[in-house]
T-cell receptor, first 117, second 114 residues
Framework: AQKVTQAQTEISVVEKEDVTLDCVYE???????LFWYKQPPSGELVFLIR??????QNEISGRYSWNFQKSTSSFNFTITASQVVDSAVYFC??????????????FGTGTRLQVTL | DAGVTQSPTHLIKTRGQHVTLRCSPI?????VSWYQQVLGQGPQFIFQ???????GRGNFPDRFSARQFPNYSSELNVNALLLGDSALYLC?????????????FGPGTRLTVL
């Protein structure tokens, strides 16, 4: 069975601080996908990134960066120079690798990030 | 292009009633998935439909059912509502090719059962 653990329930930072959200996953599959989603107060899940299990290259997108370490089953997310607009709940998720269609997502319990001035 | 749309936005029902939630995927997407998100938790997978056939089902009772129509829109039905069914119900659609495993979510339907 697949499992995603986000041990940090809530994080509070002051604007411009860097913050890292942790994600640890469990799966018996050798190929899989990892995701990060952002959920603002409005409730809609906003897709941030998808990572294939066979691509361990780290990725940077503006102030966002992701560190994928297959050896430790972790897929951590760092926001550099955080802003108030980054305040939201962030979910890490895992799915099977299916070339035909999307597979179900297994989500963690989320990390609530609060960025204050 | 419009994103995933869901209706209604909010719904209040009483125990024992039945509810139907609707979802329209992104144009061109043939796969629709439903998730239940209880307050303070991550979304839990309920169903996936692809090309109008059920492709997966989560650990939910038979009171939950769904279907997908020829235009790829979908309905989620819940019978004999319980207080514990109060949640945000999210619909996600996904396409094909390079986008096959990227699921795009709608704004959700917030169901309150009294």
């Amino acid at each position: 069975a697949q499992k995603v653990t986000q041990a940090q329930t809530e994080i509070s930072v002051v604007e411009k601080e860097d913050v890292t959200l942790d994600c640890v996953y469990e799966t018996r599959d050798t190929t899989y996908y990892l995701f990060w989603y952002k959920q603002p107060p409005s409730g809609e899940l906003v897709f941030l990134i998808r990572r294939n299990s066979f691509d361990e290259q780290n990725e940077i997108s503006g102030r966002y960066s992701w560190n994928f370490q297959k050896s430790t089953s972790s897929f951590n997310f760092t926001i550099t120079a955080s802003q108030v607009v980054d305040s939201a709940v962030y979910f890490c998720a895992l799915s099977d690798f299916d070339t035909g269609t999307a597979s179900k997502l297994t989500f963690g319990t989320g990390t609530r990030l609060q960025v204050t001035l | 292009d419009a994103g995933v749309t869901q209706s209604p936005t909010h719904l209040i029902k009483t125990r024992g009633q039945h509810v139907t939630l609707r979802c329209s995927p992104i144009s061109g997407h043939k796969s629709v998935s439903w998730y239940q998100q209880v307050l303070g938790q991550g979304p839990q997978f309920i169903f996936q439909y692809y090309e109008k056939e059920e492709r997966g089902r989560g650990n939910f009772p038979d009171r939950f059912s769904a279907r997908q129509f020829p235009n790829y829109s979908s309905e989620l039905n819940v019978n004999a509502l319980l207080l514990g069914d109060s949640a945000l119900y999210l619909c996600a659609s996904s396409g094909s090719g390079a986008w096959v495993n990227e699921q795009f979510f709608g704004p959700g339907t917030r169901l309150t059962v009294l």
